[in-house]
């Protein structure tokens, strides 16, 4: 009798919850690392290739500057859209970095460029209006767009098309409702990049359409291995439409510090600015005095991290490539590869049937200790992701035991 009564407090308080709680998926890659650190506590020999987290230490220059700015007294409420230095320095980043010229008035700093993304979906849209996501994309971009009340729409990609949508699947996408799209290259998760050409012809698509603002996130421009990222408000006539996101989380090592920002147009950057001060107000000051430091160094300095990347690459794509129905893209940036799994749809393998990513994603963590994500979470349930930000020798025993699950 208590036990029923205790269920039923349960369900009466958590159906007391908004509609926007109860409809917010939870972050499938979250709940993934979430899962291996449980398995781990219970003694299993777990091998986490879940998360997008560097596992390298923050370069110790970028560390100085926090001790610094802790021993300066930087412990008083930073201005909501980030230290007018560190606007600057920005900027600075933008013109170098990406032929972009900000205005500090154009720059608003917050607590990671996941809230940069929020704050751009809660201003500029409202109930009905439609986001376009080239999938796969990143797991938050439906969440947000959710939060925003507005609808998301996938256009779909293949691992035989690089996973790269083209200008005419753009274009069929494209409705009266249609407020946004977003667009992410290096992606996460596919590694995939997008050249100027592609972008190029992505924003003639786009000139026909005046309306519709385009949301470029660039938190991995740096991890990149043949191709230089670009940025799509570089194109002239999509300047004044695009919100440019960045970070120093993944490039930097600086998951933790929790430092992202937006540039443009002066405003959409004004009212994240009002949205961001109803919320968190600013970024966290000593985080913030790091990442002048960061930026201002040349992008030589974290070389040596984009080229341990780029080695587990090429060291993950071999080995699996040894696992006959794996299908591969070569990713050209970040520090994920993306195979489609759909080969093993419809077996059964040691007594688990498999009949999507998700179940091959839990098998794997069931019968090979091995933490990945299913590819449902970023729009192609036909995938899983598996993030090389990990040792060698982890990615090889993984790689292995996968292998065996399987033979």
Known sequence: MAQSLRTHNFYFMTNQLSDRINNLPVSETLAMAAKARELKEQGKDIISLSLGEPDFNTPDFIK????????????????????????????????????LSYQPSQIVVSTGAKQSIANVAMVLLNPGDEVLLPAPYWVSYS????????????????????????????????????????????????????????????????????????????????????????????????????????????????????????????????????????????????????TIAALQAPVSKIKYMVDEFHNRRDIVIDLIREIDGFKLNI????????????????????????ENAADFSMFLLAEANVATVTGDAFGAPTCIRISYAASEANLREAIKRIKEALS
């Open 331 to 354: 990713p050209g940036g970040a520090f994920y590869v993306f195979p489609d799994v759909s080969a093993f749809f419809g077996k059964e393998i040691k007594s688990y049937k498999i």
């Open 64 to 99: 100085e500057a926090a001790i610094q700015a802790i021993h300066d007294n930087y412990s008083s409420y930073s201005p909501v859209d980030g230290y007018v230095d560190l606007k600057k320095a920005i900027c600075e980043k933008f013109k170098r970095d990406n032929n």
């Open 143 to 290: 969440a947000i767009s959710i939060l925003a009340e507005a609808t998301y729409v996938e256009i779909p990609s293949t691992v035989e098309a690089d996973f790269k949508i083209t200008p005419a699947q753009l274009e069929a996408a494209i409705t009266p409702k249609t407020k946004m799209v977003f667009f992410n290259s290096p992606n996460n998760p596919s590694g995939t990049i997008y050249s100027e050409a592609e972008y190029r012809a992505f924003a003639k698509v786009l000139e026909k359409h005046p309306n519709i603002y385009i949301l470029s996130d660039e938190i991995y421009e740096h991890i990149n291995y043949e191709e230089p990222a670009f940025s799509f408000a570089a194109i002239e006539s999509m300047y004044d439409r695009t919100i440019t996101v960045n970070g120093v989380a993944k490039a930097f090592a600086m998951t933790g510090w929790r430092i992202g920002y937006i540039g443009a147009p002066e405003w959409i950057a004004k009212a994240c600015t009002k949205m961001q001060g109803q919320i968190t107000s600013g970024a966290n000051s000593i985080a913030q005095r790091a």
